[in-house]
């Protein structure tokens, strides 16, 4: 799956896309819009906390930091206890550092904006909708052409080269 961007100049240009999407077959799950804040959007669907956030990027970045911080501080601990232990409490500090990494920078990621995002923050403020689609790789050229044919004003962003995981929308 790849996710692609549109730019739509208003809130009736972004409905009838969606539509239209819906008609393709895509489900309301592969389709995110963003708008700006108070914005109606009726029956679209609203993208989910997992894209306005940096939150699954920070809690893998936080997982990685913790992992790496509770390994060390168990190695420390072992060198200063003075023999060796078997990989259980290690592998328990480990864990737990992990955990506590990925929930501090997932809660942290949270309250900043996607930083992927960030380039259309400005449009978004002016009015215009981020339309995001999650499509599979064979079908991006057929849904940017088939949006491009009935709508000449909206603008195609770019192609997401990895789709990152997201969470339920809320």
């Keep these: ?34 708008a700006k804040r108070d914005t109606p959007l009726e029956d679209m669907p609203e993208a989910g906390i997992s894209i306005k956030t940096d939150f699954l990027p920070a809690v893998e970045r936080g997982m990685a930091l913790g992992g790496t911080t509770g390994l060390l501080a168990g190695l420390i601990g ?9 990989g259980g409490p290690l592998l328990g500090i480990v864990i737990a550092g992990a955990t506590i990494g990925s929930m501090m920078s997932g809660l942290m990621g949270m309250n900043s904006g996607n930083t992927r995002l960030q380039k259309f923050e400005e449009a ?20 940017k052409q088939l949006v491009k044919k009935h709508h000449p004003d909206v603008d195609f962003e770019g192609v997401e080269p990895f789709l990152p995981p997201t969470l339920p929308s809320s």
Excluded: C, W
């Excluded at 799956?1 to 549109?6: A, D, K, P, V």
């Excluded at 072992?78 to 078997?86: D, E, H, K, P, S």
């Excluded at 978004?124 to 849904?143: A, F, M, S």
């Design 1 to 34: 799956m790849r996710r692609i961007y549109f730019l739509s100049p208003d809130l009736a240009t972004t409905h009838k896309i969606v539509d239209e999407l819906r008609a393709e077959g895509l489900d309301d799950q592969h389709i995110h819009i963003l």
């Design 78 to 86: 072992l060198r200063l206890a003075g023999f060796a232990v078997a």
């Design 124 to 143: 978004i403020e002016n009015g215009e909708l981020l339309v995001l689609v999650d499509i599979p790789k064979e079908r991006i050229e057929e849904i």
